[in-house]
């Protein structure tokens, strides 16, 4: 990777970016593609620190031309000064039109995670908001219905992995996870899902990029962070409304989601369903991920601080979760028998027999491959849960999702 910085004045609004945007560490900030709409993103990226930054072997055109300028520079014999003070710029290339969907209906999540996070960070610079979440839902909404499995081992992976877009990746993960559980658990009607996945993935819009800040941050929290945190159910309420947000069930989930309210749903009204149902996902997928501070806990440990309420009785809303995802739920790392290390790429027939490939052997070290193996079988099966920080090997999403997709 050879990244050089980008002039941010020279990026066209409206139009898409003809090279991958990346920042100075080589992070992915925006796909290939991916149209700026406003100054107010590229603002928002600037104010988090971030340089704007392109790796010239993968931006074509843009960085020829580049090379082009420098060279054009040393031939007038301009000064250094000026010369390194050139920088890349967006308007090199001829611009393409967004990527469509694969036929398949397949999306790609690394690019659907930065979408999220750029939405959901900056929702009043997108003059078109209320389309474009309703867009992005449709899509998890689609992923949950044909490909349950892999969008749990998908937004499992990323939210144990990434903690710079920590808050869209857990509002997608919620989201999923709550919309399954709806549909396939609870047997709620269709239309109760939609809104149920769409108040779980704007739960937090108030504080995305607080989120993000704290993911990252060592140091003890300020007074007005604080505040915000214990504001930010009514400012999201309240800016959801001033983005054109105006059914009443949507508003009271985000409204309700953080109030602690052990006890059966019924009684309660379809908002305050949804609302435990999302303050339950909302503790599993925060306490198994990672911050800067802490590591995250195993993946079967955060389901069981869902399964029991407040008062330590069994929880419905966080029962029907533990049912729908299993005991060990895709993206989980487990112990087999062997002693062999596994990742969960698929729920089982039963809560203890998921599909499972290992990744590091009898003695610890990586296998290399993908080894597929039958937990039903008494050699193979799952002895204990392991937790991700433990599992000193990283494996490629992609390779986790062509395999899970095979088994």
């Known amino acids: ?12 609004l409206g139009q898409p970016l003809p090279f991958v945007l990346r920042d100075s560490e080589g992070l992915l900030l925006a796909q290939k ?50 010369i390194a003070a050139v920088k890349l710029s967006a308007g090199a290339a001829p611009a393409k039109p967004e990527r469509p969907p694969e036929p398949s209906g397949r999306i790609d999540w690394g690019e ?16 078109d908001f209320p389309a474009r979440l309703q867009a992005l839902h449709a899509d998890l909404a689609r992923q949950v219905e044909t490909l349950p499995d892999p969008t749990l081992l998908a937004l ?25 559980v709806a549909r396939d658990t609870l047997r709620w009607p269709p239309e109760r899902v939609q809104t149920l996945g769409l108040a779980a993935l704007s739960m937090n819009i108030s504080m995305t990029a607080l989120q993000d800040q ?50 059966p749903l019924a009684g ?9 149902l999302i303050q339950r996902a909302d503790t599993f997928s925060a306490r198994m991920s990672p911050r800067s501070t802490r590591n995250p806990m195993p993946v079967t ?53 998921p599909r499972v490939a290992v990744v590091l052997n009898q003695s610890g070290m990586p296998t290399g491959e993908l080894i597929p193996r039958d937990t039903r079988q008494p050699a193979s099966k799952v002895v204990a849960p392991v937790a991700r920080h433990d599992v000193r090997v990283q494996v490629r ?11």
Request: proline share 3%; hydrophobic share 45%; net charge neutral.
């Open 214 to 263: 704290l993911a990252l941050q060592t140091q003890p929290l300020t007074t007005e962070q604080m505040n915000a945190i214990d504001s930010h159910v009514d400012r999201s309420v309240a800016q959801l409304r001033a983005l054109g947000v105006t059914d009443a069930v949507w508003l009271e989930a985000v409204a309700e989601h953080h109030r602690r309210a052990p006890g």
């Open 33 to 82: 593609g991916y149209v700026v709409r406003t100054r107010a993103e590229l603002d928002a990226m600037l104010a988090r620190g971030l340089q704007l930054c392109v790796d010239t072997t993968e931006s074509g055109d843009s960085h020829r031309a580049y090379v082009a300028q420098l060279h054009r520079m040393l031939n007038t014999d301009q000064a250094l000064g000026q």
């Open 397 to 407: 999403l992609e390779r986790l999702l062509a395999l899970a997709e095979r088994v």
């Open 268 to 276: 309660r009204t379809e908002g305050q369903q949804m609302a435990r």
């Open 156 to 180: 499992m992976h990323l939210a144990a992995r990434e903690i710079r877009m920590y808050s869209a990746t857990h509002a997608m993960l919620v989201s999923c996870i709550v919309m399954l």
């Open 301 to 353: 440990a955060a389901l069981q601080a869902s399964y029991h309420d407040e008062n330590q009785k069994v929880d419905e809303a966080g029962a029907a979760m533990v049912r729908t995802l299993g005991i060990y739920p895709p993206g989980a790392y487990v112990r087999l028998a062997s002693q062999e290390v596994a990742v969960v790429l698929r729920r089982g027939t039963t809560a203890t027999t």
């Open 112 to 127: 659907t995670q930065l979408r999220a996070t750029q939405l959901l960070r900056s929702p009043s610079a997108a003059p």
């Open 1 to 12: 990777m050879n990244l050089v910085p980008l002039n941010i004045d020279s990026i066209q």
